[in-house]
Every structure is written in C-alpha cells, then in structure tokens.
C-alpha cells in the first residue's frame, strides 16, 4: 500500500477565525483633533477643525455605530486631516451637545428629528405678507427653542409690503427680540444679533430665510425662489449647512411646512419661565394650566402684572401645542 502525500488542500482552516483573543478595550483617540460639523450628506461629514477654515471630508468610525451626528455638533476627527481633495477622516467622538433644535413630523409621530445642534441661538424668519404670517409655525418654533435651550428671536422679513408692528405685538409678552429686515433695509439689526453667536435661521419656504442668508454671507450662495399662486413657497434648502461669518456662525436650515411637537408637554413648556413654573407648584396633579373652566385651580391665574401677560402668552403656545395640527401652519 502506497504512502500517501499530503499538501496544502489538506488543511481546512475556517476563514475570518483567528487565534488572537477579541477585546473590548477602544483607542481613547486622545490624539483628536477637535472641529465642528458644518455640512452633513450621504453619510459623509464636512468638519472645521479649530483654528482651521475649510472643512475636511469625514465619515463615521465604527464604534459610534448609528450615533447620529448632526449639523453643529462638536467632534473629535482622526486619520486623514489634511483636507486634500480624495482624503477621508474619521470622527470618532462626539461632544456632550449644549442645546438640541427637535421637531417630529407631526404630533403623532414618535421619532424626533434633530434640526441642529449647538446653536445658542435660533432665528425665526417669517413674513409679514406673501406668504401671510402665521402664528401657529412661529409658536411652535418658541416652543422647540425654549425647549431646546436656545434663545428665540423674531426676524420679519418683506417688511415693505406690510406693517410688521402688529404681528410682533402677538409675541410681545414673551420678552423676545424682535428684528425687522426688508428687501431695502440695512442689515446691521440682524448682523447685531448675531455676531458672536451660533444662530440657526427656521422659517416657512418663501418667506425670504435664503435670500436672507445670501445677504448676510455673500459666498454662501443658497438657492432661492418664489411663492406659489396659493401663497405657499417652494422648497429651495434641502440640507443644513453651518456657514461661517465675520464673528459667529450662520446655519440655514432646509424650509419646512410642519412643526411637529410630539415630545413635548405643557408642563416642560411652563417650566422654562421660572415666575410660571414656580407658581405651577401650587397647580393641582394633571393641570392643563389652561386656566378656567378646564383648570379653574390652575396656579398661573394667581400671578399679576408682567407675570399674568406672560401667562396669556404661554397659554397661547399650549394652544398651539395641542391643535395637534403641525401641518400648514
């Protein structure tokens, strides 16, 4: 009986087992480079890195597995920084986050949405006509940045095609800035507020949010169009984008027509005002703060002067906050 011979298609050896022992332990990445999020698309991110001014291409490293990174967040980068054109980073850290702008697609839907991160500032742009103002959307967004831990502020837009005076006088008691910028008017209002700060700009397509931000960043050149025949604009941003300024950043958010609220409750709503949400102690368990006849021992009707004006104001939020309508506001 012949002696057999052995070689190579003898050994089966399973593929993708090795004899190294798996770990748990990650890289601490205490090389990062630190930078913020400006541009987010198709699984790809465009990141400032401090002291720098143009952004490098990155993607996400796999131990943030499905983390969301949003447009403002604070990032550590590593791998590829150079920025040249084909080079790709990864961000592997993601910075506790200051403030969240959120919004669900209505007020039944349970998924939130962040608009973007890291804004101390929002700038809510409407109208005063064509498209009319509307009150619902604008309310809704001091909801979400009071929520949100951003500072709410009121830019009117087209002010040549109608006094804006009596709408801004809707919002009064609530305390908020409020700036007026018309096609022909000077800019210094807005720049004023926000050099210095990172401003994120909300408002309804056609009101004049990417004309405005063409104007407040030359090279920014974001696209614009016109109101439809039924005063409703068409969608022209689709995607967030951080645009830098003199002292500050701009983020000009996509245009939206719905505002949902869905993870929001009256109580939180109160609570950001400390004169109401100190009087709210004395509410019974379950008040609306409504006020009469739903609640007619709702804590807030005790309140006087400035304090009982802001009541009306933030019960008028609630309003809006339970029409359960975030649609065509």
Known sequence: MA????????VRVRPGRGTRPRTKDR???????????????????????????????????RELGRTAIEVGDCVGVVGDTSGRPGSLAR?????????????TADD?????????????QLLIVSAVADPPPRAGFVERALIAAFVGNLQ?????????????????????????????????????PVLEVVQGHITALIGHSGVGKSTLVNRL??????ETGVVSGVGKGRHTSTQSVALAIDDGWIIDTPGIRSFGLAHVDADTVV???????????????????????????????????????????????????????????
């Open 217 to 222: 960043v030359p090279h920014a050149d974001r």
């Open 108 to 120: 039944t839907d349970p998924y939130e949405r962040i608009v973007v991160a890291n804004a101390d």
């Open 271 to 329: 609570g950001v005002f400390e004169d109401l949400a100190l009087a709210a102690e004395n509410c019974p368990r379950g008040c609306s703060h409504m006020g009469p006849p739903a609640d007619p021992e709702c804590g807030l009707d005790l309140l006087e002067g400035a304090s009982a004006r802001r009541v009306e104001a933030v019960r008028a939020l609630l309003v809006a906050l339970r029409s359960n309508d975030a649609w065509d506001m």
């Open 152 to 188: 709410p502020i009121l830019c009117l837009t087209k002010s040549d095609l109608a006094d804006p005076a009596e709408f801004a006088a809707e919002f009064e008691a609530l305390e908020i800035p409020v700036v007026v910028c018309g096609v022909d008017d000077p800019l210094d």
């Open 3 to 10: 002696k057999r011979s052995y070689d190579e298609s003898d």
């Open 27 to 61: 890289p601490s990445h205490d090389d990062a480079l630190v930078g913020m999020v400006v541009t987010k698309d198709r699984g790809r991110w465009g990141v400032v890195l401090d002291g720098r001014k143009e952004a490098v291409v990155t993607m996400r490293a």
């Open 91 to 103: 961000i592997v850290r993601l910075e506790e986050r200051t403030s969240v702008l959120r919004r």
